[in-house]
T-cell receptor
Framework: KAGVTQTPRYLIKTRGQQVTLSCSPISGHRSVSWYQQTPGQGLQFLFEYFSETQRNKGNFPGRFSGRQFSNSRSEMNVSTLELGDSALYLC????????????FGNGTRLTVT | GQQVMQIPQYQHVQEGEDFTTYCNSSTTLSNIQWYKQRPGGHPVFLIQLVKSGEVKKQKRLTFQFGEAKKNSSLHITATQTTDVGTYFCAGPDGDKIIFGKGTRLHILP
């Protein structure tokens, strides 16, 4: 079974721009979660999508948004980028059960200059 | 909201020494999960503990879940260079999973 695939692996953007990250979950997994990882804050939960609906949301500003498609692939968008948005963005999928473990992709390293 | 705290933040050990990281939750957890992230990699699921007082072993790794289901620990016996990385505990907050900030393990040769 193929793992979670995230594209692109690296991105460099300038302040004020917007960016879209993509995540393809493990086949059969309908839940996709997004996390932001920075050295100081660890893994911070952004949001989770299940069956094309946002099921949970973390404490991030409205500039961070996402969506999920009918094939469970998910995208995350960040508008009006700020320097502090530089981070590793990790996508994780899991089976339907809330207690199921997360399977992470390799992440997208976003650098905002 | 619920918080999951981990200590220590960093740990340097000589190869062959033991290592322990501790995880504490502000609320009772239905389960706790442990993940390992190698340098430059992504978190990889290690194990899940569900029962009060549960102890599970994976080779040199021993995981414990506290009796009150509010704390957990990961103990590595006789560390090896392959153990290098950051170890995270994670627990449910509602139906989302939140992570501790992790313990970064450095192995000195």
């Amino acid at each position: 079974k193929a793992g979670v695939t995230q594209t692109p692996r690296y991105l460099i953007k300038t302040r004020g721009q917007q960016v879209t990250l993509s995540c393809s979950p493990i086949s059969g997994h309908r839940s996709v979660s997004w996390y932001q990882q920075t050295p100081g804050q660890g893994l911070q939960f952004l949001f989770e999508y299940f069956s094309e609906t946002q099921r949970n949301k973390g404490n991030f500003p409205g500039r961070f948004s996402g969506r999920q498609f009918s094939n469970s692939r998910s995208e995350m968008n960040v508008s009006t980028l700020e320097l502090g948005d530089s981070a590793l963005y990790l996508c994780a999928s899991r089976a339907r059960d809330y207690n199921s473990p997360l399977h992470f992709g390799n992440g997208t390293r976003l650098t905002v200059t | 909201g619920q918080q999951v705290m981990q200590i220590p933040q960093y740990q340097h050990v000589q190869e062959g020494e033991d290592f322990t990281t501790y995880c504490n939750s502000s609320t009772t957890l239905s389960n706790i999960q442990w993940y390992k992230q190698r340098p430059g990699g992504h978190p990889v699921f290690l194990i899940q503990l569900v029962k009060s007082g549960e102890v599970k072993k994976q080779k040199r790794l021993t995981f414990q879940f506290g009796e009150a289901k509010k704390n957990s620990s990961l103990h590595i016996t006789a560390t090896q260079t392959t153990d290098v990385g950051t170890y995270f505990c994670a627990g449910p907050d509602g139906d989302k999973i939140i992570f501790g900030k992790g313990t970064r393990l450095h192995i000195l040769p």
